[in-house]
């Protein structure tokens, strides 16, 4: 249907649709348009970009059938395929993991594992594991260096009226002698 040629200009050149009559007997009014106007049923209907995908997805054969069988040519490499590094960077780094871990999973022979096996010896008793004293004096040493940092800015906040101490600060504040008494001794 051509649309344009309904269209008609007014005496000040403004493009309309002329009114027409409605199959009740009323009319329809003057419709002032743009230039290039198109008409709502002229226009093309919106389709997303996925209904667009999927029609074009559908396939010729039914279900299950791809088609007729296209045998591919054999690749043959060129000069510039032989000139390429054979792996990326990732490859070989994974190979290089695969190679450590299958040389980590190797089988031992039987005398290497034998040897050490036969040197065990089974008792009833449990020994304790045995922790180095150093590792445990820094840890506590450490652990009450903080317990005392946090009395002291504590006794600070209390000393300036920020901070009102309740029952529990209060026995906090009354523990900074023995702390001290403890880490002098470590």
Do not use: H
Request: charged content about 35%; aromatic content about 6%.
């Amino acid at each position: 249907m051509n649309y344009e040629a309904n269209l008609q200009r007014d005496a000040q050149g403004r493009l309309y649709i002329p009114p027409t009559q409605r199959p009740d007997g009323s009319w329809r009014p003057i419709r002032y348009v743009k230039e290039g106007y198109i008409p709502q049923e002229e226009q093309d209907i919106y389709q997303s970009k996925g209904k667009k995908w999927a029609e074009g997805a559908k396939s010729a054969f039914p279900v299950g059938y791809s088609g007729p069988k296209i045998e591919k040519p054999e690749y043959k490499p060129t000069n510039e395929d032989l000139t390429k590094p054979a792996m990326t960077k990732n490859q070989k780094k994974r190979q290089k993991k695969k190679e450590k871990k299958s040389q980590l999973t190797e089988e031992f022979s039987i005398d290497e594992v034998i040897i050490p096996v036969s040197s065990m010896t089974v008792s009833d008793e449990k020994q304790p594991v045995k922790a180095t004293m150093g590792d445990e004096t820094a840890k506590r040493r450490k652990n009450l260096e903080k317990k005392l940092r946090a009395i002291n800015e504590l006794q600070e906040k209390v000393d300036q009226g920020i901070v009102v101490p309740d029952k529990d600060q209060k026995a906090k504040l009354g523990k900074r002698s023995e702390i001290e008494k403890e880490l002098s001794l470590l």
